[in-house]
């Protein structure tokens, strides 16, 4: 068995489900959890997110202190959103959110 570092960790205890469910900076990881947000997001209920209203929801975020420009969010954007007519899919809006986890 490995030893931990931290001080009063247990690597052999299992995670809570509210572990699962959410990161340590709260953003949503499981599928369920981001299909719910896409869904509360996707007013109209056509299955995709404009464009502005995913770099609104990105600027909400905690960025750690960085403060993004409009362009820089938008690259971010682009390396996963391929569509041409400024739309997010849910697999894109996926990869959006998991990469911002992983942060």
Do not use: W
Not at 8 to 23: D, F, P, Q, V
Not at 36 to 63: A, C, H, P, T
């Amino acid at each position: 068995m490995r030893r931990s570092y931290i001080s009063g960790h247990n690597n052999n205890r299992h995670l809570a489900s509210e572990e699962l469910e959410n990161n340590i900076g709260g953003l949503p990881v499981t599928e369920p959890k981001i299909r719910e947000l896409f869904d509360s997001l996707d007013i109209n209920r056509n299955g995709v997110l404009e464009f502005n209203e995913v770099k609104k929801l990105y600027q909400s975020f905690d960025n750690f202190g960085i403060e993004y420009t409009d362009a820089e969010i938008e690259n971010h954007l682009r390396k996963v959103a391929k569509s041409t007519d400024n739309t997010v899919s849910f697999d894109e809006f996926s990869c959006i959110i998991l990469n911002l986890a992983q942060r």
